[in-house]
């Protein structure tokens, strides 16, 4: 069972899980064809060379090029897909990091405001960023890069209404 499957409570329901938009991945894929390219030229170029210390140089391309790579496409990468944004039927849930976590919950019943900023670029590509401000003390969930970020603040105002009906509802609740 994976995330988010087994942080949910008995009877709660995923309506949304997504992570930040595909435009967090195309830099570090691009970075990496790029030095893959670079480094594949520079080790085809110091092999030709008539030089005693060259296997020595072709290692340091070697360890650079892997460092690069690690720094700006791998780790970027692994970042980008071990974030995730979800929104169930009772909570809103916020986690990234895949060897050091960061999490952040919000029940629906404690949201109190929600935001989004979209420049031109965003609304192009269907994304922005998502402000969840809430009564608890937790504060707020900035969730950044969200995919059709208008379509899920309707999702999360929806479910926030019919969280609170449902409350108002039960037994016991103020409906009763």
């Known amino acids: 069972m994976g995330y988010p499957d087994d942080q949910l409570a008995r009877g709660e329901v995923v309506k949304l899980h997504t992570r930040p938009h595909w435009k967090e991945g195309v830099g570090p894929v691009l970075w990496f064809v790029v030095f893959l390219a670079i480094g594949a030229i520079a080790i085809a170029y110091t092999t030709r060379?008539?030089?005693d210390p060259k296997p020595w140089?072709?290692?340091a391309e070697v360890v650079v090029?892997?460092?690069l790579l690690m720094w700006l496409s791998v780790i970027p990468w692994i970042r980008?897909?071990?974030t995730?944004?979800?929104i169930t039927d009772q909570r809103i849930m916020w986690r990234e990091g895949l060897v050091s976590r960061e999490s952040r919950h919000i029940p629906l019943g404690r949201v109190n405001t929600?935001?989004?900023t979209q420049n031109v670029w965003e609304r192009i590509f269907g994304f922005g960023d998502m402000n969840i401000d809430s009564a608890s003390d937790d504060g707020e969930i900035n969730l950044v890069?969200?995919?059709r970020v208008d379509k899920t603040k309707a999702l999360l105002y929806q479910l926030a209404e019919d969280d609170r009906l449902r409350r108002t509802s039960a037994p016991g609740g103020d409906g009763t």
């Open 80 to 82: 980008w897909r071990s």
């Open 145 to 147: 890069d969200v995919p």
């Open 84 to 86: 995730h944004y979800v």
């Open 114 to 116: 929600v935001s989004y």
């Open 57 to 59: 140089l072709i290692l």
């Open 65 to 67: 090029i892997l460092a």
């Open 49 to 51: 060379l008539d030089w």
